[in-house]
């Protein structure tokens, strides 16, 4: 199973930048997409960004041009580096792993426990 650990996040002004950090942790095989979900009160959870192990990015069309998702494979790292942030960016950022296990059942998904992402006006 894997285990996600979330770093950054907190209080910005609308315009600023924060850096969200996901490391990721116990016994599996691989990590095939890592990638960051957020929600905001009173919404569903939403994907903001994915990669895949050969670096391939998917984002969201409310934070293309202003967030860039990276990976490290070696670290088991993957980060969300937000600027420009907008007040719609406010939510608590989930960081998820699809993975397959220690003996190459795959398909699984993991989450962090989740981390605050405030964008003041």
């Known amino acids: 199973q894997v285990q996600l650990v979330e770093s950054g996040g907190g209080l910005v002004q609308a315009g600023g930048s924060l850096r969200l950090s996901c490391a990721a942790s116990?016994?599996?095989?691989?990590?095939?997409?890592m990638g960051w979900y957020r929600q905001a009160p009173g919404k569903e959870r939403e994907l903001a960004a994915d990669?895949?192990?050969?670096?391939?990015?998917n984002y969201a069309d409310s934070v293309k041009g202003r967030f860039t998702i990276s990976r490290d494979n070696a670290k088991k790292t993957v980060d969300l580096q937000m600027n420009s942030l907008k007040p719609e960016d406010t939510a608590v950022y989930y960081c998820?792993?699809?993975?397959?296990?220690?003996?190459?059942?795959?398909?699984?998904?993991?989450w962090g426990q989740g981390t605050q992402v405030t964008v003041s006006s």
């Open positions: 998820s792993a699809v993975y397959c296990t220690y003996f190459g059942r795959c398909g699984f998904r993991s």
């Open positions: 990669i895949n192990s050969g670096g391939q990015t």
């Open positions: 116990g016994s599996f095989g691989s990590i095939n997409v």
